[in-house]
């Protein structure tokens, strides 16, 4: 991905805000250390399906426009746009911490989701190995675990995810939000096509991995249209589960999304702007657990009739129970050999 200007909306946050007169700067990647002394994050959010997830980036190079984890970065004294895409946090120590939480004797084995705020596999993983140190240490507590991506990097640990599969449990859901090439480009710049998303799923199934679909976010007037060509596409590919979030612009996600869609599609935009308030009572978004992931109004109900006839028609989301229950085991601890003398 090419370095982009420097674009980010004001941090609510900051006493001060920087703003180029001249030439705007180019944006390059730059890596920043995050000492947490913990690595795993809990929520009691109603509309999510699990209460502990691990990160180990804040900030994300996939630069997806709609991500709603941007205003996350505001806390960090950084921006929600630019920054978001090219500053990001590693916890070096991602894979101790989770191998600390789990000697823990208040650790009882729960799920374990991974990307629950910015993807797990995004290009740093390559070199830098966090998620993969992580997934070995779950596998070595046969502690159960569930992950979402959009990075076909993840076929990088097939040998960790096999070893989870047979000793736990473990499912792997792909992120085709957009089905059409130049629409997921201008959009989310820095991800794999979505036909390369596809080719992740059959490899995933073929080596016997439980992996589905998540069509998230669906994006009015952008994504709905083809919503029916994914979930075929990626039926056909192996995935058995599939799921979608409504598009959700909390804080100045709203900015960022309205500003990449004015530059890289300007013929739609307005039609995409007024799509999105159709389902939100007439806002950009609206905060209300329950509501926030699936909207309101006809438009929203139609996205989710068509969702819901096409994963039954296909056969979708049949296998219930994918968790086997109670796998977790810390591993034994040799005592040091006793000297002889």
């Given at each position: 991905?090419?370095?982009?200007?420097?674009?980010?909306?004001?941090?609510?946050w900051a006493?001060s805000?920087?703003?180029y007169?001249d030439?705007?700067?180019?944006?390059?990647?730059?890596?920043?250390?995050?000492?947490?002394?913990?690595?795993?994050?809990?929520?009691?959010?109603?509309?999510?399906?699990?209460?502990?997830?691990?990160?180990?980036?804040?900030?994300?190079?996939?630069?997806?426009?709609?991500?709603?984890?941007?205003?996350?970065?505001?806390?960090l004294?950084?921006?929600?746009?630019?920054?978001?895409d090219?500053?990001?946090?590693?916890?070096?120590?991602?894979?101790?911490?989770?191998?600390?939480?789990?000697?823990?004797?208040?650790?009882?084995?729960?799920?374990?989701m991974?990307?629950?705020?910015?993807?797990?596999f995004?290009?740093?993983?390559?070199?830098?190995?966090?998620?993969?140190?992580?997934?070995?240490?779950?596998?070595?507590?046969?502690?159960?675990?569930?992950?979402?991506?959009?990075?076909?990097?993840?076929?990088?640990?097939?040998?960790?995810?096999?070893?989870?599969?047979?000793?736990?449990?473990?499912?792997?859901?792909?992120?085709?939000?957009?089905?059409?090439?130049?629409?997921a480009?201008?959009?989310?710049?820095?991800?794999a096509?979505?036909?390369?998303?596809l080719?992740?799923?059959?490899?995933?199934?073929?080596?016997?991995?439980?992996?589905?679909?998540?069509?998230?976010?669906?994006?009015?007037?952008?994504?709905?249209?083809?919503?029916?060509?994914?979930?075929?596409?990626?039926?056909?590919?192996?995935?058995?589960t599939?799921?979608?979030?409504?598009?959700?612009?909390?804080?100045?996600?709203?900015?960022?999304?309205?500003?990449?869609?004015?530059?890289?599609?300007?013929?739609?935009?307005?039609?995409i702007?007024?799509?999105?308030?159709?389902?939100?009572?007439?806002?950009?978004?609206?905060?209300?657990?329950?509501?926030?992931?699936r909207?309101?109004?006809?438009?929203?109900?139609?996205?989710?009739?068509?969702?819901?006839?096409?994963?039954?028609?296909?056969?979708?989301?049949?296998e219930?129970?994918?968790?086997?229950?109670?796998?977790?085991r810390?591993?034994?601890?040799?005592?040091?050999?006793?000297?002889?003398?």
């Amino acid at each position: 991905m090419k370095p982009t200007p420097v674009a980010n909306p004001p941090n609510p946050w900051a006493s001060s805000a920087l703003e180029y007169l001249d030439e705007v700067p180019l944006a390059k990647v730059e890596v920043f250390e995050d000492a947490s002394a913990s690595i795993l994050s809990s929520n009691d959010s109603p509309d999510l399906g699990f209460r502990w997830s691990v990160n180990p980036y804040r900030g994300c190079n996939h630069a997806c426009a709609y991500c709603y984890a941007r205003p996350s970065h505001e806390y960090l004294s950084f921006g929600a746009g630019t920054d978001f895409d090219t500053k990001i946090v590693v916890k070096r120590r991602a894979a101790e911490l989770l191998r600390a939480a789990f000697e823990r004797p208040s650790w009882k084995g729960e799920l374990v989701m991974f990307s629950g705020v910015t993807d797990c596999f995004q290009p740093l993983e390559a070199s830098l190995k966090l998620t993969r140190g992580c997934l070995e240490v779950c596998a070595e507590y046969k502690n159960p675990v569930s992950i979402v991506t959009k990075a076909p990097l993840v076929e990088r640990d097939l040998d960790v995810l096999q070893q989870l599969h047979r000793d736990a449990s473990v499912r792997v859901a792909i992120s085709i939000p957009i089905f059409d090439q130049d629409l997921a480009r201008a959009i989310e710049p820095g991800v794999a096509t979505p036909r390369r998303r596809l080719q992740t799923i059959e490899t995933l199934a073929k080596a016997g991995i439980p992996v589905g679909v998540m069509v998230a976010p669906i994006i009015p007037g952008v994504s709905d249209e083809k919503l029916g060509e994914v979930l075929e596409a990626a039926w056909n590919a192996g995935a058995r589960t599939a799921g979608y979030v409504l598009l959700r612009l909390p804080g100045h996600v709203k900015e960022v999304f309205e500003a990449r869609i004015r530059e890289a599609l300007p013929l739609r935009a307005e039609k995409i702007l007024h799509r999105v308030r159709e389902t939100r009572n007439g806002k950009l978004y609206d905060a209300r657990f329950g509501v926030r992931g699936r909207g309101e109004g006809q438009y929203a109900e139609a996205i989710a009739q068509v969702f819901e006839v096409t994963t039954r028609r296909l056969g979708f989301n049949q296998e219930d129970e994918w968790r086997r229950a109670d796998t977790f085991r810390r591993p034994p601890r040799l005592a040091p050999q006793l000297s002889l003398f």
